[in-house]
């Protein structure tokens, strides 16, 4: 196993980055009781998988080996980047409407509809 | 005059048609006019049998047509014998090749290319013996219909009675013209249908309901043995047609099948099944005309059935449905003499079942049920006949078949007059005397009395007759002569007890004091002409028919030419009439019946003191409680069949109820605790669930790695 | 290679005939359709209803897009990748998108005949089915992982909206914002997934990934990447088992089914897992096949992977759907259940699929067969169930199956189709449920997934207590005292619309073999 601290920064540092961004985004949004919070935590998920796509599609931290993701990762990025935008919109107005029936953000309202 | 084809089709279509018109119009717009289409009906049909009959007979007085002969050089019978016509209206199922071909005995047996496919046509045939079944049949039904005018005029089911007696009318003409042992079994369960409907006409009262059940379950084991007589034919003999089979190909007639009881079997007769095999398809035919004709032990439902409509009585269990099995009988009566064990036991079960039903009837009070006992007697006597097994004793069979259709159903016409006068009671203990009240029904009694008990010249006299002379013929021949002796014996003793029980009746319903019932009321006078009509027309048939046919041969030679009846004819020679012994059998009858008559009247004519001493002495041994108790039969059925079943039925549905149902419920109850158990982790809350969703992929990737 | 050589080229591919452009036209046109729709507004304030008719002829020009014209006459065309390969048009895509756009047709008649779509909020509803229309047509025919991201966000987002338009009502806003959370939850762990496996094998292109995958399974590979690939697999099935409702990524299903409206619930159950299980079916045979033998045997391990990991999926769900049903008394919440068990039954197939790759090429194909019959079968059941369910809402207020006692006096006609349905969704001949499950138990034979078989065939009994429930309660319970039974006579729009769907319930058994032959054209063209 190699000691990330020792190493020049490479594709692993970016991973260990990325990861530690996936687990705290996922317990933002398993543990926030705000709405608000719980979709900052998709945020950090989905940012997260950005981190990974760019560092992978890195030609540079490759090595500069030709068999990489290249551009491809990039364009995902970018479209990723959309897709939580969208999603953040959608999820936001319906936050807002969850706040006009309940009166609260607290997800944990949202309790009516089980069994 | 119409053709044959046509006639033998409309026999059973007009009744057919009346029964769906009566049973669709009947309750609206016929009403009390029910009557109308099935009286006119079975009328036609009648005069269709009559022209039939004529027909037939001119064709068997003229050569045998061109095409037949034509047909006959083709296969292996070299000259058809007797009559008979086969049409074929449609096929009613076909599966070539439903059996394989048997291997053995497959070299050296002719047998066509269709051996083994399953094919059931609706076949018509008409010969002499179903002729003659036709008319009786027709007959009686048109009387009984008549008559059934005057005496269901005020019931409710008016329509419903005429519906189903229009069915049954139907059914038992189809019966007797199949020429398919699958349309036998069809017809013969619907007019065991019929039977039951018309048993629990009055299904409001327990009795004829419980009635009806017994007759149509006392009836299913011996159909359960017709069917199995049916599969075991099938596997034998590869068809169950009546006929050879032929079709018409490139100017010559090839046939296609042997017919179980065709014209190449027939002349060939080391082609049917002999040994045990053969005596197996007998007596599991026999099983099914032990049902349908009351002989014992499967006796016991007749007598139950006498509380449907008198007229029922006469019509469906006295002249016709129950003579069925005796025409099953006749009509594969070469099945029957491929075996002499067979014939013996269809003997002995006639001839204990003549003697069973005559010591039944002596003591017996309702007036009703005299009449079935001495029916189930009567059907004993039938079978007596027919287990000669020569063509004398079916004839002779057949004979007292025509003759009793006549008398008996003119005796429960004329009970039904009487207990219609009565307002509905038939116990002879509470009626008496009543000659002078119902005279022309006093009078047709009388006769149907002589017929029945055999005094000469009246019917019954020479159709019992030709019986004890059959069996005294076939007695003085080898191969169980004994046996026939013994029948002979106790048929000439049933004689004796059959004037007995005839006798007593009549004196004990028409005279001695004159005693009315108060349910009569008003009713207490002769019956309405549409009743006395039909009674005195049968009291004719039962005076003249059987003088007619004996002077003039004509019934002997007429059912002579029915192929199956003529093969008999051919096999064996029949052993010259003796005019001595005929004289000496008649004379003896005759002395027998006077024996039996002068006892009725010593007992019964006068003061009944003696009937009564005679009965306290007799149960001294026991005898008159076994005869007033039937023999106990039901009781005995009951404690040996019905009683065990019952008990298992109960363990079953003590088993059904509380293990199967229990393990169907706690299967059905599993699933839904199961369910309730996941109930609680579908909480409401989304972060709950995306825990348990990155939970359940960590257990997946465990799953898989690992 | 200068810019115009690529300018060149990208116009040819773009344009030649049978291109990607004329491939792409159903999705085209349903994306004008929502610039029509979205412009009518604008211009015809007036005509109300513009969004509707606007909707249903844009579906409808679509339909005839994608309706397969030159199969009756030519051999069905081989599989071909457009848009430079990140999607590809093959017999399977255009077999689903037929089935999508047919049920959108019934979907949008539905939805006029129930009413639910309010005048004012009818554009709204229409843009964003239309919307979630073309993310499933992205997903049944993505041959590339961008596709397959693009695919699932842009058919779920719009779902979460349609789960909640009827704003005014807690339930509704409550699964919604459910939905919402779940979904991008599910989304979030499933692009994390997709970039570990694009980075480990260096590709986002479908195909390449399993010549990738072959190398370096060939090579020896190394754990480390091979536990991140198995991981990156894992949590790709997130993504794609929230869209099937798959346990246990199936949780949202049955409160969202509940709070929305049974016309949004018929569009969550069907097209939407008809997309999801297009989408299976394509990562399925992608990462499993490759054209080359001597790849295509180094790939055994992936196969056995994924077997595994689909069959215990689709047996685990199918019989969780069926014991989670039990004693459930609103009908959209014990259909959302019965979906469930659905998705897993449908799931079955895609297992059989993949571990008949490599075995018999024909069987495999077979089995991708089965799935296109039950998806159509699917399709006309689970719509007529929730169909009366909404119509029957209408009438009584209420989904509480409770209420529905003794309709059969009232509504027989109705009550009919529904036990139609019912019977049928519990896979009783002569109904063409059985057909559908029939050959879903065949190609599980002819895998030899016994257990699969044998689990499934156990859940068809399971199921029967509580379909026969609903059919109980209709028939043989006693009408309340309190009001009369609903009364929806056969010869209304709803009743002529319930009709419609139950009758190919019926015919769909009897005139199986057509609907086969469809489903092996479909199948045909997967698989080399």
Known sequence: MMNLLTQPVGLSHYLAVSAVLFVCGFLCMATKRNILGVLMGIELVLNGANLNFVAFGSRLLRGGTSDGLGLDGQAIALFVIILAAAEAAGALAIALNFYHTHATVDVDRAEELKG | MPDIRTLLILIPALPLAASLTTALLGPRLLRTRSHLPAVAAIALSFLASVLLVFQVQRAIDQPAAPAAEHRAGQGRAAQPIGFERVYTLWSWAQVDQAMPWPDQNAADTYQPASWGNFRIDIALRVDPLTAAMLVIVTCISTLVAVYSIGYMHDDPGYWRFFSYISLFVFSMTMLVASSNFVLLYVFWELVGLCSYLLIGFWFEKPAAAAAGKKAFLVNRIGDFGFALGVFLLWTTYGTLDFHDTWIHFHHTWIQTSIGVLGQTRLAHPEMFASGGLATAIALLLMLGACGKSAQFPLHVWLPDAMEGPTPVSALIHAATMVTAGVYMVARCMPLFAASQTALVVVGTLGGITALLGAITAITQTDLKRILAYSTISHLGYMFVGLSVGTLAGVVAGMFHLMTHAFFKSLLFLGAGSVMHAMGGVIDTRQFGGLRRRMPITHWTFLIGCLAMAGVFPFAGFWSKDAILLALHQRASLGGGAAVYQGLYLSVMLGVVLLAVYTFRAFFLTFYGPERIPPEAGHHAHESPITMTGPLMLLACGAFGLGAYFEWTHGFEHFLAATPSLAYLGQRAAEPAGEAGAHWGVAVLSTVMVVIGLAIAAVLYLGSREQARRLARLMNVFGLYSLSYGKFFFDEIYQALIIAPLVGLARLCAWFDQWLIDGLVDAGGALPKWLGGGFRPAQNGLVQFYALAMVLGLLVLMGALVF | MNFSDLLHSAMHDLLAPGASLSAFRPELTLCATILVILLAKMALPRWTTSAFWLTLLGIAAALWFAYPWSWASDAIPPAHSIFTGVLVSDSFSVFLRLLLLLFAILFTTFTQVSGVASQDDMTEFYVLMLGALVGMCLMISANHILMVAMGVELASVPCYVLAGTQRQQPRSSEASLKYAVFGAGAAGIMLYGLSLLVGVLGTAH???????????????????????????????????????????????????????????????????????????????????????????????????????????????????????????????????????????????????????????????????????????????????????????????????????????????????????????????????????????????????????????????????????????????????????????????????????????????????GGLLNWARAAASTLLY
């Open chain 3, 206 to 512: 479908l195909p390449t990934m399993s010549t990738r995958l072959a190398m370096l399974i060939q090579s020896g590979g190394g754990l480390d990447r091979g536990l991140v690939l198995v991981l990156g697999g894992l949590m790709l099935m997130v993504g794609v088992g929230f869209k099937l409702s798959a346990f246990p990524f199936h949780f949202w299903a049955p409160d969202v089914f509940e709070g929305a409206t049974a016309e949004v619930a018929a569009f969550l159950s069907i097209a939407s897992k008809a997309a999801a299980l297009g989408l299976l079916v394509r990562l399925a045979l992608g990462f499993s096949f490759h054209p080359d033998p001597a790849m295509l045997a180094v790939l055994a391990p992936v196969r056995h992977y994924i077997v595994v990991l689909v069959g215990m999926l689709a047996v685990v769900t199918c019989t969780f759907g069926n014991l989670a049903a039990y004693g459930q008394n609103n009908m959209k919440r014990l259909l959302a259940y019965s979906t469930i068990a659905h998705a897993g039954y449908m799931m079955m197939p895609v297992a059989a699929a993949v571990a008949l790759v490599g075995v018999d090429m024909g069987e495999a194909r077979a089995a991708v067969a089965s799935l296109c019959v039950y998806l159509a079968i699917y399709l006309f059941m689970n719509l007529a169930a929730f169909a009366i369910v909404a119509f029957l809402r209408n009438e009584l207020g209420s989904e509480d199956l409770r209420e529905y006692a003794g309709m059969v006096r009232r509504s027989p006609g109705l009550t009919v189709c529904m036990a139609v349905v019912m019977f049928s969704l519990l896979g009783l001949p002569p109904l063409s449920g059985f057909v559908a499950k029939w050959f879903i138990f065949l190609s599980l034979i002819s895998a030899k997934l016994w257990i699969v078989l044998a689990i499934g065939a156990l859940n068809t009994l399971l199921s029967l207590f509580y379909y026969l429930r609903v059919v109980k309660v209709m028939t043989l319970s006693a009408e309340p005292l309190h009001r009369p039974a609903p009364t929806i006579p056969l010869v209304s729009m709803a009743g002529s619309y319930c009709m419609v769907l139950t009758v190919p319930v019926v015919l769909l058994f009897f005139f199986a």
